[in-house]
Structure formats: C-alpha cells, structure tokens
C-alpha cells in the first residue's frame, strides 16, 4: 500500500526563524524517519509529503496515496490541525487519526470542556479571557490555571501559570494575550494527582493503551506540566503506569471522554484530581506525539509492553477499519505516481 506522510517538521520552521517555543508541536527527524521506517517494516510503500502546503502542490502535480498517515499539526489558527483532513476530503483521500470537526474543537480546549461537561463528565470550572476588559469578569477562586486556549505540548505554560492573587492574574494573562495571539483558559486549579491516558481505537472498538501518572521531581517548576518541563522531561518528569482503583476510574473517563468526542485511531486524554481526588478532564490530544522516546503515547505504549512498529500497526488497523482502504486503492490504481 502507498502511504504519503505529512507532517510539519520542526527545522524546517527554526531555519525560518521560528522559536523553540512556536515550533514546539512540530515534529524532528527522527520522528519522520522513525514512522518511514515502521510503515516500511510492515510492507508499505511510505512517501514523505510534508506540511500542508506541500500536499497541494503534491495534489496538483496529480500525485495520489492509498492513504495519508497524518500528523500535521499546522502554524496558525484554530482550525491549523483540521488543514491537512479537510483537503484530503476534497479529494476523497483517507488518512489516519481524527477528522476537521474533532480536530478544530480539541484544539480550542474551552470548546472542547463545553462537550465534555455536556457528556456529565467533570472539568474545572473555566473563564476565557479574550481581551484585557474581560479579566475584570472572571468570578472563580484562587488559585487559578492559564494557558492560551488553543496550544499543545505545554506552550505558554509556566510556574506562572498557577494564579494564587489578582494581581498576577491580570499579568499573567496580559502577557499570553500579548505573546501568543489568542484568547486565555484560566480555570480552577487542580492540586491532586495528574494523569495522561493512553487510547488506542475508534469508537466501540477504542481502548485504554495504559494510563501514565505524571510526577514533577522536586526540581521541576512546581506545580504544572510546563514546556520546560516537558522539554527536559528526561531530568524533571517521573512517568509511572498507574494501575490502582484511581488510575481505572481515570480510565474510564478518558475512554468517555475519546468516545464521545468522536476521535479516532489512536491519542491521549489528560486528567487531573481536584482537592477531594475526583478526577477532571483537562484536555484530549486526538493527534498525539509519535516520537519513540519523548512523546508521551509512545512511551505509555512501552510501558504497556507494545513495541513502536506495534503501536503504528495498531494505528494503521484502526484507521483501515475505518476507511476500507481496498476500496480506494482500486480506484487510485490507475493514477498513483511515484
């Protein structure tokens, strides 16, 4: 089978000027090499693409794909993960993990807890702060939590995103308005213990992969899974496959959450306890890291006994089931190039 990839890659972006910090979503190299060489490993023919608009030109140039393992993540906008789907749905192209819809309203995580509340699951309670009058209207007990609204891998995220006064929240939100472009999440603070579930599957057939605690070291920035920490997660961050009664219930939750969102094939949900222990949804990522090592869905994988080119088997049956690939390879089978 002929598997294009796309994919935003990360030197490509700093070489341009980009941050450490902007780009942090985007894949490495050896991120790209490490899928190639798992989809080779399972007798594909793996293409590389790129981002976005690489795939256009490739499209116009009349090239074609049995299907498209997708991790494009996008530069701007809160539709920036939905790009690479929704055109490949104009040319009736399958591809891996969750369509425009879930995409879009994941990425906006005050969208995405106004569904998740409306499925009875619990989230802190929330205000977004879009501009600088609305701090006067935000009515929730200290201590806070902010982060931009519509970021990943801990972008925007600092020890000063835990708001204990009034008169950080208004510099702490000043300064994500001013740097990162978009509207502020600030909600109630979760001191309990932090978990990311692991989900393999869609819909009936979806699965809980592992569910991994998160435990800061006592030299991390206290108190949030920062983009520091997570940048330098090999020395600050402990991961631990939890499997108490907490960690089931917290299971459950997340598979709640995967399935009633509708996403797809494989990805990550995000839960933290409040002061009494109940567990809360924080976000879902429906288009998880894939790097062997550092992202967390692979390394909740290895935990779990399942090795790389297993977890990329997995998620190629999943989205196969989903798409019947053998239907469309008939009807590329005259227009593939190489």
């Known amino acids: 089978m002929r598997i294009g990839i796309t994919y935003n890659l990360r030197a490509e972006y700093l070489a341009a000027g980009y941050s450490e910090e902007e780009t942090a979503e985007f894949d490495r190299e050896d991120t790209i090499v490490a899928i190639e060489q798992a989809l080779k490993g399972l007798k594909h023919d793996a293409d590389r693409i790129g981002n976005v608009k690489n795939l256009v030109a490739r499209l116009a140039a009349g090239d074609r794909w049995n299907i498209i393992f997708n991790i494009a993540e996008g530069l701007e906008g809160f539709g920036r993960e939905a790009q690479v789907p929704a055109l490949l749905e104009v040319y009736n192209i399958p591809y891996t993990f969750s369509d425009p819809l879930v995409l879009c309203l994941t990425l906006h995580k005050a969208m995405a807890k106004r569904v998740v509340r409306q499925l009875g699951i619990s989230t802190p309670d929330f205000f977004v702060v879009e501009k600088p009058s609305d701090l006067e209207k935000v009515d929730l ?198």
């Open 141 to 338: 007990p200290l201590p806070l939590f902010a982060k931009p609204v519509a970021e990943g891998t801990g972008k925007g995220i600092t020890a000063a995103s835990r708001i204990t006064s009034q008169s950080k929240l208004v510099s702490t939100c000043m300064h994500l308005l001013l740097t990162h472009n978009q509207p502020v999440l600030v909600e109630t603070f979760l001191p309990g213990r932090e978990f990311t579930v692991g989900i393999l599957g869609t819909g009936e057939d979806a699965k809980v992969l592992g569910v991994m605690e998160v435990i800061l070291r006592d030299y991390a920035e206290p108190d949030v899974y920062s983009f520091h920490n997570k940048e330098q997660c090999e020395e600050l961050v402990e991961y631990r496959l939890a499997t108490d009664d907490k960690a089931a219930r917290v299971g459950e939750i997340a598979l709640a959450v995967w399935q009633g969102i509708g996403c797809r094939d494989a990805g990550r949900v995000d839960i933290r306890c409040d002061v009494n222990g109940i567990p809360n949804f924080m976000e879902v990522n429906p288009l998880a890291g894939l790097h062997p090592q550092h992202s967390d869905l692979c390394i909740i994988a290895s935990m779990a006994g399942m090795p790389y080119r297993a977890l990329i088997e997995a998620i190629m049956r999943s989205a196969i089931s989903r798409v019947h690939v053998d239907k469309y390879s008939l009807g590329f089978s005259k227009c593939l190039k190489r």
